[in-house]
C-alpha cells in the first residue's frame, strides 16, 4: 500500500508545473544557428506563457535580424511586461496578489514570474563571479543576494 501512495506522489511531482521547450535559430538555408531552451520545474501558474517569454527573449534579436526559428513559439503575441503597480518594481510576490485579484492574467503573470526569476539568475551570477574574483568581500555578496530574492520573491 505505502510502495503505490509514494509512486502516485512520485509520478504525480512528475507531471505538474513542470515542462521544458527547446526552439532551434534557423538560417534562410534552413542552417541551425543556434538553439533556446526554457524550463520550469514547480511553476503552477503561467507555466507555459513563462517558457514562451523565455524563449522570446532569448530569439528575438535573431528574429529581428532576419533568422528564423524552429519550434513552437507564437511570434504574433505581445510579450511586454504589464505596468507595475504604483511605479514599484514585480517580484513573485506582488505579481501572484495582482492575478488572485484579477489585475493582471494568467499569461501576464506568466511573463512576470519568467522576467523576475531571469533578472535574479542574472543578478546571481554576476555577484558569483566577482565574489569569486575577489571584488567584494561576503558582506557585499549577502546584500547583493538578499536583494536578488527581494527582485525575485518579493520577502
Not at 47 to 64: G, N, P, R, T, V
Request: glycine share 8%; charged share 30%; proline share 3%.
Amino acid at each position: 500500500m505505502y510502495r503505490k501512495i509514494i509512486i502516485s506522489l512520485l509520478l504525480l511531482s512528475s507531471i505538474v508545473g513542470c515542462s521544458n521547450r527547446v526552439i532551434h535559430i534557423v538560417d534562410d538555408s534552413g542552417k541551425e544557428v543556434g538553439e533556446c531552451m526554457a524550463g520550469y520545474y514547480l511553476h503552477f501558474y503561467g507555466l507555459e506563457d513563462s517558457i514562451d517569454y523565455m524563449l522570446y527573449q532569448c530569439a528575438k534579436d535573431l528574429i529581428d535580424k532576419g533568422y528564423k526559428i524552429s519550434g513552437v513559439l507564437p511570434l504574433d503575441r505581445d510579450y511586454t511586461l504589464p505596468k507595475s503597480p504604483e511605479g514599484t518594481p514585480w517580484n513573485k510576490k506582488l505579481a501572484m496578489s495582482h492575478f488572485k485579484s484579477g489585475q493582471i492574467t494568467e499569461r501576464e503573470l506568466g511573463y512576470v514570474l519568467a522576467a523576475t526569476e531571469y533578472e535574479y539568475h542574472l543578478k546571481m551570477l554576476d555577484a558569483e563571479k566577482r565574489f569569486a574574483e575577489g571584488d567584494i568581500d561576503e558582506r557585499e555578496f549577502n546584500k547583493i543576494t538578499q536583494e536578488a530574492e527581494f527582485i525575485w520573491r518579493g520577502e
